[in-house]
């Protein structure tokens, strides 16, 4: 199910995969779309775009839960989409990943994207497109710099950070969150916690929980623990996702990805 409101000039579409609990977010701005959710949300977003006109698509990034209708958007719409230049080839096949992921979000069909320049024009605003890698290479902020507005996809997600995909990077995701925060900018729009209206201090809210957990395992690395015993110490519960996607997401990536930053 979806659930439409608005948040600053902002249209917010909360969507919800009842059978995980999972959300995840749409925004429209001055007639851009800020992702296009998961496949599963499909029937409910058809509605919402039937009834909300828009220019064009900026995607954060390729993962199945952001770009789920981006295929019905360019069949029926005909409006240009924007993704990373990295990802563009992927986008062009069907999704392939595990699954669980399948289950969660629902399929991603093909599309084909245009890439992503260095600043992007809605209706009437401009958005510095920040490249912000860490949980995906092919991540990217938008920020309007007058109205201090920032869609942070999925680098947020919450001020602490309990389990990662093996392909995340705790390091650059610290990179990337000091990166936006050389940028003037107020409230944050996240693609899984929503909106907040503190966007500033929940940035570095989760920058400096990183940086003490880094210290934590940098410590108890150069004192001889291993990846696992520092995984018990700091992450003793078993997080149902860990199981769920066959240690895709496991609190022992987030160990991994320091330890070898530190040697990177």
Known sequence: MIEVYQKENVICVEGTIESFGRKV?????????????????????????KEHPMDLVTLTHSHEDHTGTAAWIQEHLNIPIYLHHKSIPLCEQPGNYPEYRKQTWGGRK???????????????????????????????????????QLFSGDLFVAPKTKVIMDSESIPLIMASLRKL?????????????GYFENGREMIEKKLQNLEKLTLKVQSMNREGLSVEEIKQKIFPLDYPIIGFSENQWDSRHVVTSIIEGEHQ
């Open 25 to 49: 977010f749409v925004y429209l701005v001055d007639g851009m779309l800020v992702d296009t959710g998961a496949e599963k949300l499909q029937k409910e977003l058809i509605r919402f775009y």
């Open 181 to 193: 925060l050389k940028y003037d900018f107020d409230s944050l729009f996240c693609s899984h916690s």
């Open 110 to 148: 093909a599309f084909r994207a245009l890439p992503l320049p260095e600043t992007i024009r809605s209706r009437t605003q401009e958005w510095t497109v920040i490249e912000t890698p860490g949980h995906a290479d092919d991540h990217v902020s938008f920020l309007n710099e007058k109205t201090g």
